[in-house]
Nanobody
Framework: QVQLVESGGGSVQAGGSLRLSCAASGRTFSMYDMGWFRQAPGKEREFVVFISPNGGRTYYAESVKGRFSISRDNAKNTVYLQMNSLKPEDTAVYYC??????????????WGQGTQVTVSS
């Protein structure tokens, strides 16, 4: 198990940028798939992006491809989400997730508390 704490959310105008961070506890962070999910008001939580344990593989939802970029620093137990060209439809609570098997094919075992991102037009 890992504990995840997100930070970096906030309010921004359309076209702006934000960088989210997710700090993980534990000494086995480098063994975990990491991902970001989001939940907009009145909608179900949706997948945003995944990164493999060594950072060599990533996979993005079509809605964010080309605008968002995920990275990780295993020495710092941290995963980042750089969000550029933000749109009002990106407004949501963003959650960091981790799993030793997959964050894509099954529901991740570990979740952060979420951080709010609000994009105004």
């Amino acid at each position: 198990q890992v504990q995840l704490v997100e930070s970096g959310g906030g309010s921004v105008q359309a076209g702006g940028s934000l960088r989210l961070s997710c700090a993980a506890s534990g000494r086995t962070f480098s063994m975990y798939d990491m991902g970001w999910f989001r939940q907009a008001p009145g909608k179900e939580r949706e997948f945003v992006v995944f990164i493999s344990p060594n950072g060599g593989r990533t996979y993005y939802a079509e809605s964010v491809k080309g605008r968002f970029s995920i990275s990780r620093d295993n020495a710092k137990n941290t995963v980042y989400l750089q969000m550029n060209s933000l749109k009002p439809e990106d407004t949501a609570v963003y959650y960091c997730a981790a799993d030793q098997v997959s964050v894509v094919v099954s529901v991740p075992s570990n979740w952060g508390q979420g951080t709010q991102v609000t994009v105004s037009s």
